[in-house]
C-alpha cells in the first residue's frame, strides 16, 4: 500500500441518508411523487412562478426594469416590470429575518394586488406605503392606475 494511505482518514457514505430532514437517519428528499399532492412544495411553487410569467406580459425578457427600492447593505431589493398598460411591483427578501420599508404612493393608485407571494404586505399610511416581507421571501404585486391615466 502507499504509503500515504497509513495516514488517510476513510469514510464511508449511505447516500440514501443525505437528506434527512427528521433526523431518523434515513433519507427521505423530496421526488415529484411526493410534490405533486403538496401545494406547498417546491414543485409546486415553480409551476406557480412559471405559469405567473407566462400570463404577465410585463415579466417577458422585453419588459421594462426599473429599481425602486435598492441600498446597499438594506432589504427588500424592490423593483418594477412594466410592460404596456401592466406595472408589476417585485420585491426580494433573500435574509432571514424580516424587513420594512416606506414607498411612495404613487407607485400605486390603489393597494396593489398580490400575484405571488404575502397577502398583507402592503399598508397604506397617511401618504406613504408601508411595505413588509417575513425572511427568506418575495412577491409580485400589481399596481393599479390612476383612473384616466395613460
Known sequence: MPDWSEKAVFYEIYPQSFYDSNGDGIGDRPDV?????????LLQRVRQLIALRQAHP????????????????????????????????????????????TL???L????????YGQPDAFERT????????????????????KAGAP
Open 33 to 41: 411523487a411526493s410534490q405533486l399532492s403538496d401545494p406547498h412544495s
Open 104 to 106: 411612495d404612493h404613487s
Open 58 to 101: 410585463a415579466l417577458a425578457a422585453t419588459g421594462e426594469f426599473e429599481p425602486v427600492y435598492s441600498k446597499s447593505g438594506k432589504l427588500p431589493f424592490i423593483y418594477l416590470r412594466q410592460s404596456g398598460d401592466e406595472k408589476l411591483l417585485m420585491a426580494l427578501n433573500p435574509a432571514n429575518l424580516p424587513c420594512e420599508v
Open 126 to 145: 397617511q401618504s406613504k406605503w408601508r411595505f413588509r416581507l417575513p425572511g427568506v421571501s418575495g412577491g409580485v404585486y400589481q399596481c393599479r392606475r
Open 108 to 115: 400605486s393608485a390603489g393597494l396593489p394586488e398580490t400575484r
